[in-house]
């Protein structure tokens, strides 16, 4: 049986030329989706939960939505659709920083986004909207097209993998999970011990390596340099 595609959705008509008008929307059912999810975790969408959201019956909710992961889809479409493009910078790093940073905002109020972005990215209307948005930032970047493409691959799996160090370094929700200071603990005890000199070389200067929102910036940036858009000098 051939494996089903989730961007099937993106290629059936949204509404039908004949028959009744439908009663819900690609965006309203997206939106539900994306209130359980941001409050309950992506494990708790359903199609009968996001049926009863919409106030639907589950077999209704197929007209528009074939499969779970059609229906993570519109998410993921859904969210890229929070960019903003404008911007008063025109260089190709500062715009390309500014939508990382965004992607990093983005990410913190969908908490269960930053793995799905690595593993299955969305080919909706506004994803491609912000590949092409991207793209424009390096227009005047001489670099050719498969690699501005790599570089946008790269700043996203960078994004999503210092959001989820960040989101795992929270306070557990549950109390009999192990916390971050904790784990700190551990990892202290263990460099201490000298079984790590390299790794308690590297790890020494660590409490001064900034805010995150500067070792953010600094991954990207230093990434973007070495793939040969530096900073405005």
């Known amino acids: 049986m051939p494996v089903h595609d989730p961007a099937d959705v993106w290629r059936r008509p949204e509404r039908s030329a004949v028959g009744p008008k439908p009663e ?5 059912i997206a939106a539900a989706a994306l ?8 494990a708790a969408v ?3 939960r996001v049926a009863t959201s919409v106030g639907a019956g589950a077999a209704s909710l197929y007209r528009y939505v074939k499969s779970h992961d059609e229906l993570v889809e ?3 479409d859904a969210v890229a659709g929070e960019y903003q493009f404008e911007t008063t910078d025109d260089h190709p790093q500062g715009r390309l920083l500014n939508l990382a940073r965004q992607g990093r905002s983005i990410m913190h109020r969908h908490p269960w986004l930053a793995p799905l972005l690595i593993t299955r990215p969305s080919t909706g209307p506004n994803s491609l909207r912000f590949l092409d948005g991207t793209l424009a930032a390096m227009e005047a970047v001489d670099l050719p097209g498969p690699a501005k493409l790599q570089v946008v691959a790269m700043m996203s799996a960078i994004t999503s ?3 989820q160090n960040e989101l795992a370094s929270l306070p557990p929700s549950d109390p009999t999970e192990g916390s971050s200071a904790d784990r700190g603990s551990h990892i202290l005890d263990a460099l201490q011990s000298g079984e790590y000199p390299h790794l308690a070389a590297a790890m020494a200067g660590h409490s001064g390596a900034g805010s995150s929102e500067e070792q953010f910036t600094n991954a990207i940036t230093n990434y973007l340099a070495g793939a040969g858009i530096p900073a405005w000098r």
């Open 24 to 28: 819900h929307s690609r965006n309203g």
């Open 35 to 42: 209130r359980i999810a941001d409050e309950e975790g992506l």
């Open 46 to 48: 359903s199609i009968r």
């Open 74 to 76: 519109l998410m993921m």
């Open 161 to 163: 993998a210092f959001v």
